[in-house]
T-cell receptor, first 111, second 116 residues
Framework: GQNIDQPTEMTATEGAIVQINCTYQ??????LFWYQQHAGEAPTFLSY????GLEEKGRFSSFLSRSKGYSYLLLKELQMKDSASYLC????????????FGIGTKLQVIP | EAGVTQSPTHLIKTRGQQATLRCSPI?????VYWYQQALGLGLQFLLW???????NRGNFPPRFSGRQFPNYSSELNVNALELEDSALYLC???????????????FGAGTRLSVL
């Protein structure tokens, strides 16, 4: 089984940098995803990490440490439109791939 | 290329009725996942279909069921509706279990089910 923890809410200022952490416990790790979900809308895929290290994609970067069961999503140059929930999801290895989503971190960007 | 499409967008039912929700995956995707997202809560995994078979099921009662058709589209059926079934139901698709790379799930816009 899997257990995923991330903060429930965060607030950050427009133009700043924010780091959203995610810790997980899994019996077999296959990969980790980050999704963005605006209120009332579907989650949209942001990034995934399979190996340790940092993956950079424009203003968004995601980091993974498999030995620590830890990931973070880094958002730079925050914009008001970045106000959304950010979901951490872990894919479990095995015969049938299974993805479990965390509850999400609601980020509010303030002027 | 069309994304994941879900219908209807909104569905209003009364207690005890049945609801049918539909999902068409991205072309080439064989896996379909169903999630329930109640207001203010996280995604709760319901069902996973791949190549027409049910591969995994979340912790939901049997009145939540579904199927996947030969064209990989899918239906979610909810029988004997209860007030607490009111939620956004999201469908996602991915390349499927035989894919050799990580299966990224792509989501549809969802069906908002209201049970009165």
């Amino acid at each position: 089984g899997q257990n995923i923890d991330q903060p429930t809410e965060m607030t950050a200022t427009e133009g700043a940098i924010v780091q959203i952490n995610c810790t997980y416990q899994t019996s077999g790790f296959n990969g980790l995803f980050w999704y963005q979900q605006h209120a009332g809308e579907a989650p949209t895929f942001l990034s995934y990490n399979v190996l340790d290290g940092l993956e950079e994609k424009g203003r968004f970067s995601s980091f993974l440490s498999r030995s620590k069961g830890y990931s973070y999503l880094l958002l730079k140059e925050l914009q008001m439109k970045d106000s959304a929930s950010y979901l951490c999801a872990v894919s479990e290895s095995g015969g049938y791939q299974k993805v479990t989503f965390g509850i999400g971190t609601k980020l509010q960007v303030i002027p | 290329e069309a994304g994941v499409t879900q219908s209807p967008t909104h569905l209003i039912k009364t207690r005890g009725q049945q609801a049918t929700l539909r999902c068409s995956p991205i072309s080439g995707h064989t896996s379909v996942y169903w999630y329930q997202q109640a207001l203010g809560l996280g995604l709760q995994f319901l069902l996973w279909y791949d190549e027409g078979e049910e591969r995994n099921r979340g912790n939901f009662p049997p009145r939540f069921s579904g199927r996947q058709f030969p064209n990989y589209s899918s239906e979610l059926n909810v029988n004997a509706l209860e007030l607490e079934d009111s939620a956004l139901y999201l469908c996602a698709s991915s390349l499927g279990d035989r894919a050799t790379r990580l299966n990224i799930q792509y989501f549809g816009a969802g069906t908002r089910l209201s049970v009165l």
